[in-house]
């Protein structure tokens, strides 16, 4: 039985690529290296800061990585004060589909790759800190796909494995789920195509964020057997 739902928080609540893709270009044109193109850089999102540039930069600055954190930490958080900077999106349906989860009795938890400043801030800005019993960022425990923001968020909820689900868009949140030893559900209009989730063992798509009741439903036991799709 599906009583708490662990969400990845970029590509999955929020659409970021925009504002982390002009951070990262930022701190690359820093060093005198080309930006990575967006598509790039979508596909490191989720990752531990670190760890997401190391995978951006040429082998000869990787040295340069922990040190570039900082650097895109400084850009991204001006971009973001710019007043001419528009708040992330939220994904259609998000906030209105988290109420109706959480009036349902569900516990719903946060598992980023954000810092819990740059997490605290968007769900602040989009009215959803209420929503959250547990908060797991990248200030917290390792990077994806470590498990450990998974079992931490299980021990704050009072969550058992086979009680838990992560929803989220990219290999990572699958994998993470994967070494909690939780199911996951991956979302169809994230930073990682679908094909990808279905074969790190999502055990199906959300194609809409309004779909997840139903959807964890039928996983609770409360309506028909679970699909793919």
């Known amino acids: 039985m599906t009583r708490f739902i662990v969400f990845d ?3 999955t609540l929020v659409d970021s690529q925009h504002l982390i893709a002009a951070a990262m270009a930022e701190t690359f044109v820093s060093i005198g290296l080309d930006a990575p193109p967006t598509e790039v850089v979508r596909r490191v ?4 800061l670190d760890e997401a540039i190391a995978r951006l930069l040429p082998q000869s600055h990787v040295d340069q990585a922990l040190a570039l954190a900082e650097t895109y930490k400084g850009a991204f ?5 710019d007043p ?3 708040p992330d999106p939220l994904y259609p349906a998000v906030q209105e589909t988290l109420r109706q989860l959480a009036e349902s009795n569900y516990l719903l938890g946060v598992a980023t790759g954000k810092s819990r400043r740059g997490l605290s801030v968007t769900l602040e800005r989009h009215g959803l800190s209420d929503l959250f019993v547990t908060l797991q960022t990248a200030d917290d425990a390792p990077g994806k796909p470590d498990p450990t923001m998974v079992l931490q968020a299980m021990s704050e909820a009072g969550a058992a494995p086979h009680e838990t689900i992560v929803i989220g868009d990219t290999v990572f949140d699958m994998m993470m789920a994967k070494n909690a030893g939780v199911r ?4 169809a209009w994230g ?3 679908p094909a990808e989730l279905l ?3 999502a055990l199906g798509l959300v194609e809409r964020f309004d779909e997840l009741p139903t959807r964890l439903g039928a996983l609770r036991g409360e309506g028909g057997g679970e699909h793919g799709g």
């Open 9 to 11: 928080c970029d590509g």
């Open 45 to 48: 999102v989720g990752l531990r």
């Open 77 to 81: 958080h001006r971009l973001r004060a």
């Open 84 to 86: 001419a900077s528009l």
């Open 184 to 187: 996951a559900l991956g979302v």
């Open 191 to 193: 930073y990682h195509e």
């Open 199 to 201: 074969t790190a063992g």
